[in-house]
């Protein structure tokens, strides 16, 4: 894919939260890119859904106009409809759980950086600079926990550098 071209992705109902997760996430990059109204990105969305996921909306949407209600033309309150489906309540809390037991152990500090970065991603938690260089040192192996303390560093990004 080029810099220039955003691709949106299809999602087919599959039952992994990840997958959804990612789906939703690679949506609203697009959407963002694209600069679209609420209404013109739930009727993109719509036109992403495939399968099962497409049958599911469908019923949304019939239920909803059998009970003489609108249609969901909001994105946020579709990615909340979707979410109810296709992401159980446990997972965040399941991704929030294995973040904090995250360990370098034998990985080598690249491969943990990426590792955490990728679990600041989806836990989607937003928290002070402090508290998530803590989170980072505490899964670090000693030595390297040990220098970052050593150096002073007060930020995540100081502590990339370190590594």
Known sequence: MSPNKIEAP???GHHDPWIFDMWIRDMDRF???HNLSDNR???F???KLIDEAK???RDVEDCLEMRGKPLITD???MKQKLQEKYLPQ???NKLLD???NLRQGNKSINEYITQFNDYIIRCAIRENEAMTLRRFCKGLNDDLRREIVFQGVSTLNQSLYLS
């Open 10 to 12: 299809t999602f087919d």
């Open 98 to 100: 294995q973040w904090n």
């Open 41 to 43: 990105k739930v009727r």
């Open 75 to 77: 994105w946020i309150k």
């Open 45 to 47: 969305a719509k036109m």
């Open 55 to 57: 049958i599911y909306w």
């Open 31 to 33: 959407f963002k890119w």
């Open 90 to 92: 446990s997972y965040r």
